[in-house]
C-alpha cells in the first residue's frame, strides 16, 4: 500500500512538459510500475500534458533537416498532432529513449526519418501507418455523412516550399465517412473510453483541420483533450460544446478507437 501511494505521489508531482529527460524515464517507469491498462495510461498522460504551451508545427527532421530542422522531439511546447502523437508514445514506451525512437515509427513511414516520409495528411498518410487507431465513426449510433475530397501531395509540397518531393504521386481521391456537427451530443455517448478524433474542415482539398483525444476519466465523464491555437496550450472540454462552437469551420468529425500499438 505505501509503495503505491508513493508512485501515485511521484506522478503527481510535476506537468510533463516541465520534466527533463531523466525525469520523464522515471515519470514513465512509475507510470509502467503501476500495472494500469494502455486507455488508463493515456489518461494520465493528457491529465498531466495539461497547460504545455501551443505552437504551430514544433518538430521537425531535427538538426540538417534540409526543410524543417526543428527538433524530432519537443515535450515543452506542441500542436494538435504532435500533442497526440506524443501522448501515444509516452503511454507506450518504459523510458525517455525508447519513447523518442517509438515516436519516429509514428510521425514518419516506417520509422524513416525524412519529410517527404513524414505523416503529413492525417486521413491519408497518419492514419494507414498508424493502424492500431480503428475507425468507429459508423458505430456511434448516428447517420454518418459522406464527404468526397482529392488530395495532392504534388501541390501540398510546392505550398510547403518543398517543390522537389513528390511531383510525380498521383492525386488521390477518397470518400470518407464523417459525424455531423449537429450529431455530436449523441454520437459522444458512444464514444470509446480513448479515442482519436479528427475535425473534418469545409476546405475542398482537405479533411483535417483539427485533432484531439477523447478520454473518458473513472466515472466515465468525456472530454476532449486537445492542444488549442486558441487558448494557446493543452485544454480540456466539452466535445459537443467545442464542435458547435466551430460549426462554421467543420463539417463534422471521425472517430478512431486507440489500442495499443504493437512495439
Keep these: 500500500m505505501l509503495s503505491t501511494i508513493l508512485i501515485l505521489a511521484t506522478l503527481t508531482a510535476e506537468p510533463i512538459h516541465q520534466q527533463s529527460p531523466s525525469e520523464i524515464t522515471d515519470y514513465l517507469y ?57 501522448t501515444v508514445a509516452l503511454s507506450m514506451t518504459p523510458n525517455y529513449d525508447e519513447m523518442v525512437e517509438f515516436l519516429q515509427t509514428i510521425r514518419y513511414k516506417d520509422g524513416k526519418i525524412d519529410y517527404e516520409h513524414r505523416n503529413h495528411f492525417m486521413i491519408t498518410d497518419w492514419l494507414p ?55 455530436t451530443a449523441h454520437a459522444e455517448k458512444n464514444l470509446p473510453d480513448t479515442a482519436l478524433i479528427i475535425f473534418i474542415g469545409k476546405i475542398d482539398w482537405l479533411f483535417s483541420l483539427h485533432t484531439g483525444l477523447y478520454i473518458r476519466d473513472e466515472n466515465g465523464r468525456g472530454q476532449l483533450i486537445h492542444a488549442s491555437s486558441k487558448s494557446g496550450k493543452v485544454v480540456s472540454m466539452n466535445l459537443t460544446d467545442y464542435t458547435e462552437s466551430q460549426k462554421t469551420r467543420y463539417l463534422g468529425f471521425t472517430a478512431y478507437k486507440i489500442t495499443e500499438p504493437p512495439m
Design 30 to 86: 512509475l507510470l509502467n510500475a503501476k500495472g494500469d491498462t494502455f486507455e488508463q495510461r493515456v489518461r494520465k498522460v493528457t491529465q498531466d500534458s495539461l497547460g504545455t504551451e501551443y505552437n504551430d508545427g514544433p518538430l521537425g527532421e531535427g538538426v540538417g533537416g534540409k526543410y524543417d530542422p526543428d527538433p524530432i522531439i519537443d515535450l515543452t511546447r506542441v500542436d494538435c498532432v504532435t500533442f497526440v502523437e506524443q
Design 129 to 183: 501507418n498508424n493502424p492500431y487507431c480503428q475507425d468507429v465513426s459508423s458505430q456511434l449510433g448516428v447517420e454518418t455523412q459522406t464527404v468526397k475530397r482529392t488530395i495532392s501531395r504534388k501541390d501540398f509540397f510546392q505550398l510547403v516550399k518543398a517543390p522537389t518531393i513528390g511531383q510525380s504521386t498521383p492525386d488521390q481521391t477518397i470518400s470518407l465517412n464523417i459525424i455531423s456537427v449537429k450529431d
